[in-house]
């Protein structure tokens, strides 16, 4: 039984730094932990799919959310914008409204990006946040997509 257990505490222990191994404060967006999972469209493509792109993951959320919800969006990006010298931010009024941020590379050398677009029509907001990494420049994602 006691092995058990010290089994079931490894496993657990791992998943967890599995899951905050990218360290970021959208991480808890991604996780459904801010916003209910009910309401958001997510992609999560991982693998051979993206080699083509330079990258090997790809995770994107769109919602649509209250202002309340917005700010707590808005404000997980900005926290990991914070330190980070090698980004674009575009805000209207005092909403970001877009963002693409260079975050520190991995542990094996892979860039990493955090990608936020944000439109409001009539109080509700349309949200997209997007987590890339692999060996993409910022210039090869420039290329591939566009501003909406």
């Known amino acids: 039984m006691k092995q058990l257990f010290i089994i079931v505490l490894v496993l657990l222990c791992a998943a967890g730094r599995a899951s905050a191994q990218e360290g970021l404060f959208v991480e808890d ?61 575009e805000y209207t009024g005092d909403y970001l409204t877009y963002a693409v941020i260079c975050l520190p590379q991995t542990h094996n050398g892979l860039n990493r990006f955090l990608c936020f677009q944000a439109k409001q029509d009539r109080g509700i907001w349309d949200v997209t946040v997007v987590y890339l990494r692999g060996t993409a420049t910022v210039e090869d994602l420039n290329k591939m997509f566009n501003k909406r």
């Open 29 to 89: 967006l991604f996780e459904g932990n801010v916003i209910s999972s009910k309401i958001m469209k997510r992609t999560f493509i991982k693998g051979s799919k993206l080699q083509p792109y330079g990258l090997d993951t790809y995770k994107s959320l769109s919602f649509q959310v209250d202002e309340a919800q917005f700010h707590s969006v808005e404000l997980l990006v900005l926290k990991d914008a914070y330190e980070v010298e090698d980004k674009t931010t």
